[in-house]
């Protein structure tokens, strides 16, 4: 059982940055893959970034790549998404996920565990 808590959500201007983080409670936290996704007003949850076990491997949506950075610290048990240049479409809420299987999966249906999210709000 993995239990996961974001944090580091808010309302930004378009242009500026914010970091989530994610803590991680319970065993083998290297032992999962971790994904984070967001889900805007009306729309479909959708894949944001991924980050591999060991942390070797990332993988992000065509939309934010070069902007978001996910980084993990496994003796902290937690993995962070660092995000740039924000835009309006970036507002969404934000889950942080652990999945078991694959390298730097991208379905939601691949996660296991899912944190209760963290809202992200970008102003024009």
């Known amino acids: 059982q993995v239990q996961l808590v974001e944090s580091g959500g808010g309302l930004v201007q378009a242009g500026g940055s914010l970091r989530l983080s994610c803590s991680a409670s319970?065993?083998?936290?290297?032992?999962?893959?971790m994904g984070w996704f967001r889900q805007a007003p009306g729309k479909e949850r959708e894949f944001a970034a991924a980050?591999?076990?060991?942390?070797?491997?990332?993988d992000y949506v065509d939309s934010v790549k070069g902007r978001f950075i996910i980084s993990r610290d496994n003796a902290k048990n937690t993995v962070t998404l660092q995000m740039n240049s924000l835009k309006p479409e970036d507002t969404a809420v934000y889950y942080c996920a652990a999945a078991q299987f694959g390298l730097v999966p991208k379905l939601p249906a691949l996660y296991k565990y899912w944190g209760q999210g963290t809202q992200v709000t970008v102003s024009s």
């Open positions: 319970g065993r083998l936290f290297s032992s999962y893959n």
């Open positions: 980050i591999s076990k060991s942390g070797g491997s990332t």
